[in-house]
């Protein structure tokens, strides 16, 4: 017996015959089945998806926002100085000295978010309307009374206007006097025992 090309080549009495050998794989019909299958399957998948892929953006701002105020403690730490954190759009935020100097500049860091990953993105603060927080050499939060410029936030809500309320996984960061902030969950259907609860 000799196999050629997928094809058996058979000598019987000095007479050639060939037989075909049958190709296995998908038929139009089948192909086209599976491809229907595939398109109910996405357009039920698809919108979930975009809900996490929004959500998820929350995630990165909220947690590129509190890295800025951890990076913004050290500095003061570190400098010796009152240095600011300051929000700008969205996720994008600036450190730097409050008295600018050649060994203590303004701004020390930027984050830029790009491709408007953060147009979606919102954030409040509380008190309304407050966007810079300023950390002493002691790494405390300096207050308006003791000469920041503005009253500084003690809370941040993130959230994304691309997604509707009941599908929006907000986050907030609390920051307290002593200038440690805390990343947490609002939302009120966790329960008290979750770690990544906001407190009442």
């Given amino acids: 017996m000799l196999s050629l090309h997928k094809k058996e080549i058979l000598f019987s009495g000095g007479s050639l015959k060939s037989s075909a050998i049958r190709h296995s794989g998908f038929s139009m019909i089948e192909l086209m089945i599976a491809v229907a299958v595939v398109s ?17 953006r929350i995630r990165n701002a909220a947690e590129s926002i509190n ?19 300051q929000l700008g759009v969205g996720a994008e935020w ?11 500049p303004d701004p020390i860091e930027t984050k830029v978010v790009k491709d408007g990953a953060s147009s979606s993105i919102s954030v ?21 009374i003791e000469g920041a410029p503005e009253d500084p936030f003690t809370q ?9 309320g009941s599908e929006s996984r907000d986050l907030r960061i609390l920051i307290n006097a002593g200038g ?21």
């Fill in 67 to 85: 890295t800025g105020l951890q990076k913004a403690r050290v500095e003061a730490l570190k400098r010796n100085a009152d240095i600011k954190f």
């Fill in 94 to 104: 600036t450190i730097g000295c409050v008295n600018a100097t050649a060994d203590c």
């Fill in 180 to 200: 440690a902030g805390k990343l947490c969950d609002p939302y009120t259907g966790l329960s008290d025992t979750d770690p990544r609860k906001c407190p009442d």
């Fill in 124 to 144: 409040t603060a509380t008190p309304v309307g407050s966007a810079t927080l300023v950390f002493t050499s002691l790494g405390r939060v300096r207050s308006a």
């Fill in 156 to 164: 941040l809500d993130i959230d994304n206007t691309s997604v509707s």
């Fill in 40 to 56: 109910v399957l996405a357009t039920f998948a698809l919108p979930s998806y975009r809900i996490w892929i929004e959500n998820t």
